[in-house]
């Protein structure tokens, strides 16, 4: 089945400051990544999402990179905010009616004021 | 529109006891997903349904149970709590498999002496 690896497990940044989360995934045929976003005691939120046929995808702050030869992608974050703060996860789905997604282990972004 | 709701929120059991998480969603979605989330584990899939009446097993299955009579409902059971069940359950629902945004539940916090 799929593995998804995520580093690095804390990041801590300056507010104002950009950051980066970076994933791999094991399974070559995984055509969808999205990442998750927890704040503390909250569910998970989707806040991006890249199909496997897009090297790049941004929306205002937020913007995720995919190298499908690599089998790497990452999110990045750029003026970072306190609300930034939270716990994201990264995931992959590999289809072929398996078992869904496959998520990573979550990196924890604390914003330093 | 409710979207994705649990049911109870908290709950403590002793080792042995039997009890069932009900999870709803009111937006006629086809796929839905019980996960457990430890801490430094991420988000790990239980047992998962892509339509009524259907289940299939995912990553950490053993000593839980799903049942989907209903489209609308994804029932979580454990038959004898063990203390490893202690954990945070999200349920969760999407249109799709693939390429769809999961839209998560509250959670429920369950505790197991």
């Known amino acids: 089945g799929e593995n998804v690896e995520q580093h690095p497990s804390t990041l801590s940044v300056q507010e104002g400051d950009s950051a980066v989360i970076k994933c791999t995934y094991s399974d070559s045929a995984s055509n969808y990544f999205p990442w998750y976003k927890q704040e503390l005691g909250k569910r998970p939120q989707l806040i991006i999402d890249?199909?496997?046929?897009?090297g790049e995808k941004k929306d205002q702050r937020i913007a995720v990179t995919l190298n499908k030869t690599a089998k790497h992608f990452s999110l990045h974050i750029t003026e970072t905010q306190p609300e930034d703060s939270a716990v994201y996860f990264c995931a992959a789905f590999s289809g072929g009616g398996a078992d869904g997604l496959t998520f990573g282990k979550g990196t924890h972004l604390i914003i330093q004021p | 529109n409710a979207g994705v709701t649990q049911t109870p929120k908290f709950r403590v059991l002793k080792t042995g006891q039997s009890m069932t998480l009900l999870c709803a969603q009111d937006m006629n979605h086809e796929y839905m997903y019980w996960y457990r989330q430890d801490p430094g584990m991420g988000l790990r899939l239980i047992h998962y349904s892509v339509g009524e009446g259907t289940t299939a097993k995912g990553e950490v299955p053993d000593g839980y149970n799903v049942s989907r009579l209903k489209k609308q409902n994804f029932l979580l059971g454990l038959e004898s709590a063990a203390p490893s069940q202690t954990s945070v359950y999200f349920c969760?629902?999407?249109?799709?498999?693939?390429?769809?945004?999961?839209?998560f539940g509250p959670g429920t916090r369950l505790t197991v002496l």
């Open positions: 890249i199909r496997s046929n897009v």
């Open positions: 969760a629902s999407s249109y799709g498999q693939s390429f769809n945004e999961q839209f």
